[in-house]
C-alpha cells in the first residue's frame, strides 16, 4: 500500500517515544532504591581565590544507574523533586558533606567552605532551619564552613516561609549564594531581597569572554554591581587562562572551572590540592597578586 512508509514513520515515532517515557520511568522507579542501594555519591570541584589559594569545594552529585551508568543530575535532580525524595537525598547531601569537611581537617587540611546546592523544595519544609543545625552540630561543621546555593528560579512563587528560611539560615551564620546568577528571571529584583553572600557568574557569561567588546561589559558590570551590593562573586565554567586572566583584572573573588580542576572523589580533598592551581594563577599574571 502507498500508505506503507507513512506507516513505518508512526510506529518509528511511536517507539521512540515509549523508550523516552520508560526511560524516565525507570529512572523513577530505580532513583526510590538509589539512596540505600549506595548508588548517590559526591564529587567536589574546587574553588580558587585570585591568588591561586583554595576557598573551598562545590559538593556534585552522582548517581550510578546499575544497568544505564552514570545518570547526569540535570537528568534525575528534576525526577528526585517532581517526587519529593530530593528532601531526603538534600539532606544526606548535606550530612556527607559536613563529614567530608571534617575527614578532610582530620587530613591537615585547612578550614575550607563546602558549597552545597539546594532544591527549592528543600526551603519550602518546615523545619529546615532546624535540620540544618542539627546536622552542623552532629559533624562539629561551624556554619561559616558551609555555603548553600540557591537559584533565582527557587524565588519565583516563592512565599513568606521561604524568605524566613533563609533569613534563619544566614541567621546561624551559613553563608548563602545565588548560583547561576543573570540567567534567571527578576535578577535584579531579587539582588536586593535576598539575604546573599556570593554571587556566582553562569558559566554562559564565562564561555564568550574574549570574543566580543559588549559581553565583557556585561560581566565586568555585574562583578562591580556585585561588589557595590557587598557581595563576593564566583566566576563558573572557567575553562581557558585567557578567561581566568580576565576574570581576574576586573576583580572576580574566585573561580571555580576545568581549567582549574573538574569534580573530584573524596581522596583528592587533601593537601596536595592546596597547591594543584599554583602554576595556572602565576602563568595569568604576578602582577594582580593581591597585596
Ligand atoms: P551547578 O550548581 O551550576 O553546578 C555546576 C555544574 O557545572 C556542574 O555540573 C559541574 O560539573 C559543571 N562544571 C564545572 N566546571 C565546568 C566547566 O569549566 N565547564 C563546563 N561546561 N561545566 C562545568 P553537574 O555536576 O552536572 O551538575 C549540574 C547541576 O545539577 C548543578 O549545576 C546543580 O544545579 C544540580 N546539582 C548538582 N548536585 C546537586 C545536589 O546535590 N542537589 C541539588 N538540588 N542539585 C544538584
Ligand atoms: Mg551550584
Ligand atoms: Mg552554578
Ligand atoms: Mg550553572
Not at 578532610?104 to 532551619?129: C, D, E, I, T
Not at 543545625?133 to 521561604?162: C, F, H, N, Y
Not at 565586568?220 to 583584572?249: C, D, K, N, S, W
Amino acid at each position: 500500500q502507498a500508505k506503507a512508509a507513512g506507516g513505518n514513520r508512526v510506529v518509528f515515532y511511536a517507539e521512540d517515544d515509549m523508550s523516552e517515557v520508560s526511560r524516565t520511568e525507570q529512572l523513577r522507579v530505580s532513583l526510590r532504591h538509589a539512596p540505600a542501594a549506595n548508588a548517590l555519591s559526591l564529587r567536589y570541584q574546587p574553588l580558587y581565590d585570585a591568588a591561586g589559594r583554595l576557598r573551598g569545594v562545590e559538593a556534585l552529585l552522582r548517581w550510578r544507574h546499575p544497568e544505564l551508568g552514570d545518570i547526569p543530575p540535570a537528568e534525575f535532580v528534576p525526577l528526585a523533586e517532581r517526587s519529593g525524595q530530593i528532601v531526603r537525598i538534600g539532606e544526606w547531601v548535606l550530612a556527607e558533606t559536613c563529614g567530608m569537611l571534617r575527614r578532610a581537617r582530620a587530613k591537615g587540611m585547612p578550614p575550607l567552605v563546602a558549597s552545597v546546592n539546594l532544591s527549592p523544595l528543600q526551603l519550602r519544609v518546615p523545619g529546615f532551619a532546624e535540620t540544618l543545625r542539627r546536622i552542623l552540630a552532629q559533624t562539629g561543621t561551624k556554619p561559616e564552613w558551609l555555603e548553600l546555593e540557591i537559584t533565582e528560579s527557587m524565588m519565583i512563587g516563592a512565599d513568606e516561609g521561604v524568605s524566613e528560611a533563609l533569613r534563619r539560615i544566614r541567621a546561624m551564620g551559613v553563608r548563602i549564594a545565588l548560583d547561576d546568577f543573570g540567567v534567571g528571571f527578576a535578577s535584579l529584583t531579587y539582588l536586593c531581597k535576598l539575604p546573599l553572600h556570593t554571587l556566582k557568574l553562569d558559566r554562559s557569561f564565562v564561555r564568550h569572554l574574549g570574543s566580543q567588546d559588549a559581553e565583557q561589559v556585561v560581566v565586568r558590570t555585574m562583578i562591580a554591581l556585585a561588589h557595590e551590593l557587598g557581595f563576593e562573586v564566583v566566576a563558573e565554567g572557567v575553562e581557558t587562562p585567557e578567561q581566568l586572566r580576565l576574570l581576574r583584572e576586573w576583580g572576580c573573588d574566585f573561580f571555580q572551572g576545568y581549567l582549574l580542576a573538574g569534580p573530584l572523589d573524596e581522596e583528592a580533598v587533601g593537601p596536595p590540592l592546596l597547591r594543584a592551581a599554583r602554576e595556572l594563577f602565576g602563568a595569568a599574571g604576578e602582577r594582580l597578586e593581591p597585596a
